[in-house]
């Protein structure tokens, strides 16, 4: 008689086999009809699935994060029999699950045109109407290599040959549609009723340049039609606050395809951003005890070797250049330079925690169809940090870095921040049992000293140790990864590091990468999205115009804004033979946070009136007045509330 336990610590008997659906049934007809999967000993199944006696038994709702991925997943099948019921020349390849949505590659002898994705989402909604039960087949993996080919279907019968010969496959049918997939899926079509294709773009074939172009079809999906309606409500604003589109529009950064892309140029109002936020990590880091490095842009390929970069990250290199017969490589990390400096002498047990932080530029590979802004770039600076310290001062120096990285994150408007802790992988890792869990312990307990939540991500870590990771919400609620500090008993071992201890011996010093930006260009991305490019006045490239009513107050107007330009602000005045009301609106669409309207009376008297860029008139004040307004304002790096 098959036992089944539940979440809730209680069990059920049941006379008979049954499956996760008879569960779900068995608990209450509402949660069968919400149930779109289950888990049974902790394995994500099909409805359909039978359960095996003495199992654990959850059923998994569209409201659970695991049952939303199944919705996604699902409607990108769904995505797939749509096109081949509209397209049948068009052969389907691959379908994954992506953040807030899926995609799914076709091969088709033309790009699908926005007219096509109206036609396929009508048609989709049609199928999803006609409720058609999705089945789960096992078969064999040679008959499902001729089924596929014999279908026309070349690419599923590529992927499929890539699996071993004794292992079986599983295929999914929806009415007459059948796509290789290890599921789960929902029981049928009936259950996806919240989606929207957003965009087609090209694909390579796996990634490769080499391969044919597919058609890639974008699309999101949830739970029900009123989180879709919030999520293109946000997709709506976040156009609007397109970086790309901002940072052309504010003259801040350009990408030139003359010198190829994903390479990053700063022009002098990008460039003055870029400087202020420079300034404030370095003064917060001297705060915290950190030195300064400058390491070279190449070293020697034998350097990548011992790291192992070249080993485990040869794809993200670029090729070496020859150097006198020699190979040397641009540099795609700071660490082992950080690494290089601490084994320059031998370091005493006194010497340790030693911190070092560098703004160091990188260069990485990618495909040209991944860049994207200055969110996905070939080269980029990243605020590096490298600790290295003895294991008795791991989890002081742990809490050292997540006070700094919340502090620096807060400073910049982002206090709603998550962290994720990620343990050791199953499949490969290095180092000891012991070494782990005592490097696990004390990131937890760094976390749980401070009273932060966190969320645990099992087998999440780098192969060389466990990390955290800050996850911050931008405005528009949308989540970004900037920030990571992760252990490493990688290269202290690669490199032979080593400290003379306390009694005279030699130990190992335990090193913590570190960085809170990120990437200085990627952070900047994010701002300028976060801010709707309205940056806080201690930001903003110029933070106040002095506009003259008429030419008669053009002096005047120079004249003030060599004061704000003295007083250490950026400042401008716009002489242009233009109306004011043409002024004003103009530099509220810049952004500027402070416009200094000056006419006759406010020259009679050395006054300015203040105009904020949200429309609020501050009214007239002495020059120095305002000064002292702006430089409180900037020196307490004041975060405006409108956005």
Same mark, same amino acid.
């Given at each position: ?28 007809? =509402? ?55 509209? !397209?049948?020349?068009? /052969? ?89 997939? #290890? ?31 597919? /058609? ?9 039609? *009123? ?77 990548? /070797? ?71 770039? #070939? ?40 962290? !994720? ?157 233009? *109306? ?43 020059? =120095? ?11 307490? *790096? ?6």
């Amino acid at each position: 008689m098959p036992s089944v336990s539940l979440p809730d610590g209680s069990k059920k008997e049941f006379e008979k086999p049954v499956t996760v659906g008879d569960v779900a049934a068995d608990i209450g007809p =509402g949660l069968a009809k919400a149930a779109v999967a289950g888990k049974v000993n902790g394995r994500l199944v099909d409805l359909s699935a039978p359960i095996p006696d003495n199992a654990e038994v959850a059923i998994i709702t569209a409201d659970d994060e695991e049952g939303l991925e199944v919705i996604r997943h699902s409607t990108a099948h769904l995505l797939a029999e749509a096109v081949k019921e509209l !397209f049948p020349e068009a /052969q389907v390849t691959i379908g994954p699950v992506v953040e807030n949505g899926f995609y799914y590659d076709f091969a088709y002898d033309r790009p699908f045109t926005p007219e096509d994705l109206e036609a396929i989402e009508e048609k989709m909604a049609e199928i999803a109407e006609r409720d058609e039960p999705v089945r789960r087949e096992v078969w064999d993996r040679d008959e499902a290599i001729r089924f596929f080919r014999d279908e026309g279907e070349v690419y599923k019968a590529e992927i499929i040959g890539e699996i071993p010969d004794n292992e079986d496959v599983s295929v999914y049918w929806q009415g007459d549609f059948v796509d290789l997939c #290890r599921g789960p899926h929902v029981p049928s079509t009936g259950k996806l009723k919240a989606f929207k294709l957003t965009k087609v773009s090209g694909a390579y074939w796996r990634g490769d340049a080499r391969n044919e172009m597919l /058609q890639r079809v974008y699309g999101t999906a949830w739970s029900d039609r *009123k989180a879709l309606k919030r999520y293109l409500k946000q997709l709506e604003e976040a156009e609007k606050r397109d970086h790309r589109r901002l940072g052309q529009q504010l003259d801040l950064f350009s990408i030139q395809e003359d010198a190829g892309g994903g390479l990053v140029f700063w022009h002098p109002k990008g460039a003055r951003i870029r400087r202020r936020i420079e300034e404030y990590w370095r003064t917060e880091h001297e705060r915290a005890g950190y030195e300064f490095l400058y390491t070279p842009h190449v070293a020697d390929y034998d350097l990548w /070797q011992t790291s192992g970069h070249a080993d485990f990250y040869n794809d993200s290199m670029y090729p070496a250049m020859e150097v006198e017969g020699h190979p040397f490589e641009i540099k795609p990390m700071n660490c082992p330079f950080h690494v290089l400096v601490y084994k320059d002498q031998l370091r005493s047990y006194r010497e340790l925690p030693i911190r070092w932080a560098e703004l160091g530029t990188v260069y990485r590979y990618e495909m040209s169809g991944a860049l994207h802004g200055l969110m996905r770039v #070939r080269g980029f600076t990243q605020d590096d940090a490298h600790i290295f310290c003895r294991e008795d001062q791991l989890e002081a120096e742990i809490g050292g870095v997540l006070e700094l990285t919340l502090r620096v994150l807060n400073t910049f408007g982002f206090e709603d921040v998550d962290l !994720f802790l990620s343990t050791r992988p199953e499949e490969k890792s290095v180092g000891s049992d012991e070494i782990w869990d005592k490097a696990t312990n004390a990131l937890r307990g760094a976390i749980e000293s401070r009273g932060l939540d966190y969320h645990l991500d099992e087998g999440g870590g780098a192969f060389y140790g466990p990390k955290i990771d800050f996850k911050i919400r931008d405005a528009i609620g949308r989540q970004w990864q900037c920030s990571t500090v992760q252990l490493d008993f990688n290269l202290p071992e690669r490199f032979d590091l080593e400290y003379v201890d306390e009694s005279s011996g030699r130990s190992r010093p335990i090193m913590i990468h570190r960085a809170i930006f990120g990437s200085l260009e990627r952070f900047f991305g994010v701002l300028i999205e976060h801010y709707a490019g309205k940056f806080p006045a201690w930001l903003a490239p110029v933070q106040a115009q002095v506009l003259p009513i008429t030419d008669h107050q053009a002096d005047y107007a120079a004249e003030v804004a060599n004061k704000l330009k003295n007083a250490g602000f950026w400042a401008e005045a716009d002489l242009r033979n233009e *109306k004011v009301g043409f002024k004003i609106r103009q530099h509220t669409m810049d952004k500027v946070p402070y416009m200094l309207v000056v006419g006759d009376q406010e020259m009679e008297s050395g006054q300015v009136s203040v105009r904020h860029r949200s429309g609020e008139d501050l009214g007239a004040m002495d020059v =120095g007045t305002f000064i002292d307004r702006l430089r409180t304002e900037v020196d307490n *790096k004041q975060i405006e509330s409108e956005g």
